[in-house]
């Protein structure tokens, strides 16, 4: 294992599953590079998938669409276990978790197992099948949430091309993408939509909606959407659509004046926490600093763009290796804008303000530490 040793050999590994290529490979490669728990591992994997991506002119976003499975799932997105005498649907929830239905469509609390009347090899092995279908979709699922709840806040764009290819007609993530709102910018004009279920789009309106062939599409954050959200959730109520992830209901906050003025966030400065909500955190997309002296972290950033992070300078910092070594609680010294990490302390000051931050990525910055000060020790 790399965390006993054996990096050097972990490394070649991910070399090996390079050089092979199969989108099995990458897939593998590509899920060691966003989840691993060894920083070391999890970077050579990540400049593993940077030189692939280059190799077959693709951006990482755009080699990671490439690589999502589509488990053998028919062009509906489902698949049909047959019994015999007897047939069940499988159909997936907002959550990638796969369910059975009859072939009348009612849903079914279970799989129910083989019986004296089903076919003694077709039965069996339908229901091996399911079993294995749960087990790898769950290896995926997660990183297919986050990585569409991501693009919505890092604003990624896709062709109609793409967008059909490896999104509407994904036999997969269509399960997912079907249940949120899309836009569609277009020169100087932008228009929401959703995919329906038989794969054609609409607005909120419930009218057939066109993509534009020079349109980027992307996932729509409800700063997109302003007055236009209250339709949209009335349109999602009517069709019992459960979202994936909070898209229309998540909540929206802006800096004040003082703050788009300022390279510090000063109302977030000096709070208390259980070291446990700080570390909550890095599931929302930050990442931890680089340890210093006695294997401190002293500090927890996100990227918000390129060579764009905030910086939350955090007192005592986390032990690697045991990270309540240094106590049971954080404090927040300092939040500030930085061009890099640890290029400098906040009491040398910052030539960045956060006016220069788009009002998505501002107001999640802001989300994610509100959330924090709610659970902060009055």
Do not use: C
Not at 278 to 284: D, E, I, S
Request: glycine share 8%.
């Amino acid at each position: 294992m790399a965390g006993e040793g054996g990096h050097k050999n972990a490394v070649h590994g991910l070399d090996v599953l390079a050089e092979i290529g199969t989108d099995v490979a990458l897939m593998h490669l590509h899920g060691i590079a966003q989840k691993v728990k060894f920083k070391g591992l999890q970077a050579e994997a990540q400049e593993r998938i940077r030189q692939v991506a280059k190799r077959l002119d693709l951006t990482t976003e755009q080699l990671a669409d490439r690589l999502v499975p589509d488990f053998g799932l028919d062009a509906e997105g489902g698949m049909t276990l047959d019994y015999g005498p007897r047939r069940f649907l499988v159909r997936f929830d907002e959550q990638l978790k796969p369910f059975v239905a009859d072939e009348d469509g009612k849903r079914r609390t279970s799989l129910p197992k083989p019986g004296a009347k089903d076919d003694p090899e077709l039965a069996p092995a339908a229901h091996k099948a399911f079993a294995g279908l749960k087990k790898d979709v769950r290896t995926v699922a997660a990183d297919q949430l986050r990585r569409l709840e991501q693009a919505m806040v890092t604003r990624r764009r896709w062709t109609p091309a793409e967008f059909g290819e490896y999104i509407v007609r994904h036999p997969l993530v269509w399960h997912i993408a079907r249940r949120l709102v899309w836009l569609a910018e277009d020169g100087g004009t932008t228009a929401a939509f959703r995919i329906a279920e038989d794969r054609t789009f609409a607005d909120a309106g419930d009218d057939a909606f066109a993509l534009p062939g020079t349109a980027r599409v992307g996932v729509a954050h409800p700063l997109d959407l302003g007055d236009a959200v209250k339709a949209w959730t009335e349109v999602f109520a009517d069709y019992e659509i459960t979202q994936p992830f909070p898209q229309l209901a998540r909540p929206v906050h802006a800096l004040t004046e003082q703050e788009r003025g300022s390279g510090r966030l000063e109302r977030f400065e000096g709070l208390k926490l259980p070291f446990g909500d700080v570390l909550g955190l890095v599931k929302l997309g930050w990442e931890r600093g680089a340890p210093l002296d006695a294997g401190v972290e002293r500090w927890i950033y996100r990227r918000v763009a390129d060579r764009r992070y905030v910086v939350i300078d955090l007192d005592p910092g986390f032990a690697v290796g045991a990270l309540d070594a240094t106590g049971d609680h954080q404090i927040l010294n300092y939040v500030w804008f930085a061009t890099e990490p640890t290029d400098f302390w906040p009491s040398r000051g910052t030539p960045l303000t956060f006016g220069e931050l788009h009002p998505v990525m501002a107001s999640e910055i802001l989300s994610d530490l509100t959330a924090l000060a709610e659970k902060a020790e009055k």
